[in-house]
């Protein structure tokens, strides 16, 4: 039986892992410079949570869900950042200890989606989520640490999309205009759409089916309808993202498939690249109800999700490939347990060490230690010991010397930590 990974879910290996971490390291430092703290929640949640917030007809909660009971609890993999952050929120009462609050997370999603080239069954997001601040200068300021982080790691060409949904009665008031756009145009609707129509048109107008696109055409724009407050809103963002030069167009016909959304909407998108109809690299927007609708008070709050393999794929550069600064090649059996205690002694210095234990020859060794990349080779040889020294090779410089064994893990630490920059260094000396 040939066992392979589940459709959809690639496993990471650790050559690609450097990039990632590269990508991670960005992300945390860019949104730490704006005030954000990391935020860990489940994976699983209850699945009423994401139907509840997310919407009952939305394509995620009504096909794409990994659902199951277990213990009669009905549980959900979760499909997004978002709604598990906000029921954190929620639980331990974090609006009675501040009043504004910026939590940051990372982490892998799931969603049974057609797999396709930046679109899987696992994915990994990067999101935001700021709670307690109502006004429109932080909308822009989150749209723009997203301009500013693919900036910072390379990524130039992208423009941002914004919309507003308006709030609750500017939707309930759209509502009435779709249904009166759509109904009697019924019969030329996806069957989907059909089925949506009468609890929540607001999803048809982001329906792939290209029927639907061309019904929808002529539909009502929501910018039309917004209430004085949601319009004085609206300019507000648009004003700060002028002021922070964000290059943004408005996309009226923007509106996303989730339900909680109110107000200020906007997806990011590559202009360049080969992500193809995969190219929404963020997407987020207010969501002023939730906290209330969970159970908590009235506290509004805004957020975005970035999708990490399409980030990783437009990025350029490659990460520095991970070296030890030393590789310790022991011939025989006084040299091998003088080696263990050496890669001990250079560890707790802070060198990152490889030892060879295969028992091989010397040449076979020396080309393992090339092939890693580390700057010197320690050759432990059973007679050298004997005579209480060491042979060092510069695999940079190609120079080999005799050393004493005494002291020898402070004079190689020394050397292996000043010979390449960060020389092997993992964590602090
Ligand atoms: P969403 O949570 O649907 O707003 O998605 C936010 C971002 O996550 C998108 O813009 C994508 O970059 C990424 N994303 C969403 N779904 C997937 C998926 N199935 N595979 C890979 N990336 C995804």
């Known amino acids: 039986m040939e066992l392979r990974a589940v459709r959809g879910m690639n496993d990471i290996l650790p050559e690609e892992v450097e990039r990632w971490h590269k990508l991670e390291g960005a992300f945390r430092l860019n949104a730490e410079l704006h005030g954000y703290a990391e935020v860990r929640t489940p994976l699983l949640e209850p699945t009423e949570l994401f139907r509840h917030q997310m919407g009952e007809t939305t394509d995620v909660v009504e096909k794409e869900m990994y659902s199951f009971e277990r213990h ?3 549980l959900t993999v979760r499909p997004e950042g978002t709604a598990g952050a906000a029921r954190a929120y929620v639980e331990h009462a974090v609006h009675a200890k501040e009043p504004v609050t910026r939590w940051y997370y990372i982490g892998p ?5 057609r797999p396709a080239k930046g679109r899987y069954r696992q994915f990994y997001q990067a999101g935001c989520e700021l709670f307690g ?3 429109p200068l932080c909308d822009a300021e989150t749209i723009d ?5 693919l900036e910072r790691i390379g990524i130039a060409d992208f423009v941002v999309h914004v919309n507003s949904l308006g709030s609750a009665g500017t939707r309930e008031r759209y509502r009435e ?3 009166a756009h759509y109904t009697p145009r019924k019969d030329r609707l996806s069957e989907d759409s059909q089925r949506r129509l009468e609890k929540n048109p607001l999803r048809i107008l982001d329906s792939k089916d290209p029927r639907d696109h061309e019904v929808s055409r002529d539909a009502p724009m929501i910018l039309d309808l917004l209430d004085d407050a949601d319009r004085a809103h609206w300019d507000g963002v648009l004003r700060c993202l002028d002021v922070l030069g964000v290059n943004y167009v408005i996309d009226r016909s923007l509106v996303r498939g989730l339900d909680y959304y109110t107000r200020t909407l906007f997806e ?6 080969d992500l193809g109809s995969q190219s929404t690299l963020a997407g987020g927007g207010r969501y002023d109800n939730m906290v209330a609708g969970l159970g908590g008070p009235s506290v509004p709050a805004i957020g975005f999700a970035m999708g990490m393999e399409r980030l990783l794929t437009l990025m350029p550069g490659d990460a520095p490939r991970r070296k030890p600064g030393c590789f310790l090649a022991p011939l025989g059996q006084v040299g091998a347990d003088r080696a263990l205690v050496l890669a001990k002694q250079l560890r707790a210095l802070g060198v990152s060490v490889e030892l060879d234990g295969r028992g091989g020859r010397l040449k076979s060794m020396l080309r ?3 092939a890693v990349g580390a700057r010197l080779c320690v050759i432990l040889g059973d007679s050298e010991i004997e005579r209480g020294v060491l042979q060092i090779k510069d695999l940079a410089a190609h120079v080999q010397e005799e050393i004493p064994l005494e002291g020898a893990a402070r004079v190689l630490a020394d050397r292996a930590l000043e010979s390449s920059p960060g020389g092997g260094q993992r964590g602090a000396r």
């Open 72 to 74: 009669g609890d009905a």
């Open 109 to 113: 999603m799931f969603r049974g989606e």
């Open 133 to 135: 601040d109502p006004g």
């Open 145 to 149: 640490l997203i301009a500013g982080f």
């Open 177 to 179: 205009a779709l249904l």
């Open 268 to 273: 990011v998108k590559a202009t360049s690249g």
């Open 368 to 370: 393992r230690a090339d």
